[in-house]
């Protein structure tokens, strides 16, 4: 969340930043837009891209509605560029703790819900479909109630920081 400052702090924070190195300046830049960095973060509805060549698109995202405690989020994501990205993690205003996480069925039957530590891989030029009874964005700790019909607000951290923000509609 960026913090806007007004008076004679925000001249202090404008000083600041006027002497900050270009990556600082980035960074702040990046926060103000709600990216973990501009490398990859983009407009909702364009995929992010890295210096590496990684594009990623994410597409029928949605987001089950949800009072209080925690929720899943669904998503087709594409790599559109030519090289292995992977996602770490996520964030969202609603969640300030969201996992990855997988579904998983024993030979007996029983499914289990397990955390993917390791992350998302995506090789280039591939989807993966995050979808129930399979992959999904686990957000916990509600801070805020999802009501079915609202756009949330997620974006996707990449391994290398980068991030690829989207919209996705509570139901």
């Not at 009072?67 to 205003?93: E, F, K, L």
């Not at 998983?104 to 993917?116: F, K, P, T």
């Not at 993966?128 to 916990?140: D, E, K, V």
Request: with cysteine.
């Amino acid at each position: 969340m960026a913090v806007v400052a007004s008076g004679a702090t925000a001249r202090a924070a404008n000083k600041a930043a006027a002497v900050k190195p270009v990556g600082a300046t980035v960074a702040m830049l990046a926060a103000a837009l709600g990216c973990s960095s501009l490398i990859g973060c983009a407009a909702a509805g364009r995929p992010g891209t890295d210096d590496e060549g990684s594009r990623i698109r994410v597409d029928n995202a949605w987001v089950r509605s949800a009072a209080s405690g925690s929720t899943s989020a669904y998503a087709d994501i594409v790599n559109i560029g030519a090289r292995s990205v992977t996602i770490r993690t996520a964030t969202s205003p609603p969640s300030p703790f969201i996992q990855l996480y997988e579904t998983l069925s024993r030979a007996d039957g029983v499914r289990l819900n397990q955390e993917v530590p390791t992350g998302f891989q995506i090789p280039g030029h591939t989807r993966i479909r995050l979808a129930p009874g399979g992959r999904y964005l686990a957000l916990t700790r509600l801070v805020t109630p999802i009501r079915a019909g609202s756009d949330v607000r997620i974006a996707l951290v990449m391994e290398d920081g980068s991030a690829a923000p989207f919209s996705a509609r509570a139901r």
